[in-house]
């Protein structure tokens, strides 16, 4: 079952406002996913998952009444729809029919067969990554790696009328290394997919991931401990999104605006960031992970520029917080599953291209950071402050990437940070790895970006000498 029927769901959102209400929605989700985990050469996992279920939603003010099923019968998409009904209820009676007309979505997916492919695909995928990891240096010592083949069928009918249906696929490869000389121990971590079909690994190989998460791990066996003291830093591109993502992008998502809990709240029209600052968030993106041709409220994915030459011009909007803002939604409302609320989260979101050249960037600092990747940190929403680990760094010495160092963070505030970006690089992508965002309990995955950028100066924490 793809979608339901389309008179049962204009019963099912009557139902959920015969007690009043400013909307409702509901949110039919079935879900498909295919997994295999590899380890010490073998299949160690496999399995298939369905989820399956619709949540009703009923919007009276700043209050949601939601209730969800995963039995599909008439009968009990109804309770649902009263239970929402009576959480949200007003007093306003309205027994009318919702009259809904199907809207299209748009093409942002590689095609996909509805159809896992057979086992042995997924097995052989593994098993390649698995060889070209070990073959790349005899110190890789342990490699884990995992395929998942996901395809959600969504569909969202809103009492506004708009019923709407989106397929979306999702697949990841991800491979783990551990390298080991003596008694130092390493890893390494490269993921890749995005909204596409399993046929991506031809272009994107299984040996060039292994190979690649190989090479991260070898070269932090030979690393220095890194520097500590503030200098400059040089944010590599496209993993180096992560940065933006979580110091900058958490903080322009509505919600925490609306209620006045981030730093960014009540200054759009403000300067927020050095004017080479450009932040975008796209939702519209052929292919990549944090793609949605429609949002989890049935709109449309849309190109959101929320910081212009460091000038602050709005925030990610869903449906509920636009409306108590005043503005429209940004198509930014997206929920883990059918048993959650939608919330406003970013999608794909990077800072696109400047004028300088990497060489020139690195060029211009005597002594300082590069930071290629990161792998994990913590950020304080309401204040902006941020701790990251760095996954991989260099030294810069003399205007050049020198010696690999180990043991970095990078400590600072967000919007601090933006007004000391002075360089901007011309080499702008997006990373393809395996990004899932956390926020209130519920995890979607997103697309981060950004080129080669230069901070003045950041506070890096480690245990050698600055």
């Given at each position: 079952m793809?979608?339901?029927d389309p008179a049962?769901l204009?019963?099912v959102?009557a139902r959920?406002?015969?007690?009043?209400?400013?909307?409702?929605?509901?949110?039919f989700e079935?879900?498909l996913t295919?997994?295999?985990k590899?380890?010490?050469g073998?299949?160690?996992?496999?399995?298939s998952?369905?989820i399956?279920?619709?949540?009703?939603r009923?919007v009276?003010g700043q209050?949601?009444?939601?209730?969800?099923s995963?039995?599909?019968?008439?009968?009990a998409?109804?309770?649902?729809?009263?239970?929402a009904?009576l959480?949200?209820?007003?007093?306003?009676?309205?027994?009318?029919?919702v009259?809904l007309a199907?809207?299209?979505?748009?093409?942002?997916?590689?095609?996909?067969?509805?159809?896992?492919?057979?086992?042995?695909?997924?097995?052989?995928l593994?098993?390649?990554?698995?060889?070209?990891?070990?073959?790349?240096?005899p110190?890789?010592v342990a490699?884990?790696?995992?395929?998942?083949?996901?395809?959600?069928?969504?569909?969202?009918?809103?009492?506004?009328?708009?019923?709407?249906?989106?397929?979306?696929?999702?697949?990841?490869?991800?491979?783990q290394?551990?390298?080991?000389?003596?008694a130092?121990?390493?890893n390494?971590?490269i993921?890749?997919?995005?909204?596409?079909?399993?046929?991506?690994f031809?272009?994107?190989?299984?040996e060039?991931l292994?190979?690649?998460?190989?090479?991260?791990?070898?070269v932090?066996l030979?690393?220095?401990?890194?520097?500590?003291?503030?200098?400059?830093?040089?944010i590599?591109?496209?993993?180096?999104?992560?940065?933006?993502?979580?110091a900058?992008g958490?903080g322009?998502?509505?919600?925490?605006?609306?209620?006045?809990t981030?730093?960014?709240a009540g200054?759009?029209?403000?300067?927020?960031?050095?004017?080479l600052v450009?932040?975008?968030?796209?939702g519209?993106?052929p292919?990549?992970?944090?793609?949605i041709?429609?949002?989890?409220?049935?709109?449309?994915?849309?190109?959101?520029?929320l910081?212009?030459?460091?000038?602050?011009?709005?925030?990610?909007?869903?449906?509920l917080?636009?409306?108590?803002?005043?503005v429209?939604?940004?198509?930014?409302?997206?929920?883990?599953?059918?048993?959650?609320?939608?919330?406003?989260?970013?999608?794909?979101?990077?800072?696109?291209?400047?004028d300088s050249?990497?060489d020139?960037?690195?060029?211009?600092?005597?002594?300082?950071?590069f930071?290629?990747?990161f792998s994990?940190?913590?950020?304080?929403i309401?204040?902006?402050?941020?701790?990251?680990?760095i996954a991989?760094?260099?030294?810069?010495?003399?205007g050049?990437?020198?010696?690999p160092?180990?043991?970095?963070?990078?400590?600072?505030?967000?919007?601090d940070?933006?007004?000391?970006?002075?360089?901007?690089?011309h080499?702008?992508?997006?990373?393809?790895?395996?990004?899932t965002c956390?926020?209130?309990?519920?995890?979607?995955p997103?697309?981060?970006?950004?080129?080669?950028?230069?901070?003045?100066?950041?506070t890096?924490?480690g245990?050698?000498?600055g």
């Amino acid at each position: 079952m793809t979608a339901l029927d389309p008179a049962l769901l204009s019963r099912v959102l009557a139902r959920a406002l015969r007690r009043g209400g400013d909307f409702a929605d509901v949110f039919f989700e079935n879900r498909l996913t295919q997994a295999f985990k590899l380890q010490d050469g073998l299949i160690r996992d496999a399995s298939s998952t369905v989820i399956r279920g619709a949540g009703v939603r009923v919007v009276v003010g700043q209050r949601a009444g939601f209730a969800y099923s995963d039995d599909l019968d008439e009968a009990a998409l109804l309770r649902a729809a009263e239970a929402a009904s009576l959480i949200a209820r007003d007093g306003r009676a309205h027994d009318a029919a919702v009259d809904l007309a199907p809207v299209r979505a748009p093409a942002l997916y590689r095609e996909h067969a509805g159809e896992p492919a057979d086992s042995a695909r997924y097995v052989e995928l593994l098993g390649r990554a698995d060889v070209a990891a070990r073959a790349f240096d005899p110190r890789v010592v342990a490699v884990n790696a995992f395929v998942t083949d996901e395809l959600q069928d969504v569909q969202i009918a809103s009492s506004d009328g708009r019923v709407v249906t989106d397929r979306r696929p999702l697949v990841l490869l991800g491979v783990q290394v551990v390298a080991r000389d003596g008694a130092q121990r390493e890893n390494g971590y490269i993921g890749d997919g995005g909204r596409t079909n399993i046929a991506v690994f031809d272009t994107v190989t299984p040996e060039s991931l292994g190979r690649e998460a190989a090479r991260i791990a070898t070269v932090k066996l030979g690393a220095r401990e890194a520097p500590a003291g503030e200098m400059p830093v040089v944010i590599g591109p496209g993993g180096g999104g992560v940065l933006l993502h979580e110091a900058v992008g958490h903080g322009l998502e509505a919600d925490f605006n609306r209620k006045g809990t981030s730093l960014y709240a009540g200054r759009v029209g403000e300067r927020v960031a050095s004017d080479l600052v450009t932040v975008v968030d796209d939702g519209d993106l052929p292919g990549e992970r944090g793609t949605i041709a429609v949002d989890d409220e049935g709109t449309p994915g849309a190109h959101k520029v929320l910081v212009e030459n460091g000038i602050l011009r709005g925030y990610m909007q869903d449906r509920l917080n636009a409306r108590l803002m005043g503005v429209a939604s940004t198509g930014s409302g997206r929920r883990e599953s059918y048993r959650a609320l939608p919330q406003p989260r970013m999608c794909n979101t990077f800072m696109p291209a400047g004028d300088s050249s990497p060489d020139e960037i690195v060029g211009s600092i005597e002594r300082g950071l590069f930071a290629t990747s990161f792998s994990g940190g913590q950020v304080e929403i309401s204040k902006g402050d941020f701790v990251f680990m760095i996954a991989e760094g260099y030294l810069i010495e003399g205007g050049k990437i020198t010696a690999p160092v180990r043991g970095a963070t990078l400590i600072g505030n967000g919007p601090d940070a933006m007004t000391k970006v002075v360089m901007v690089g011309h080499d702008a992508r997006l990373s393809h790895r395996s990004y899932t965002c956390g926020k209130g309990g519920q995890r979607v995955p997103v697309g981060v970006g950004i080129p080669t950028v230069k901070l003045s100066s950041c506070t890096v924490g480690g245990t050698g000498r600055g």
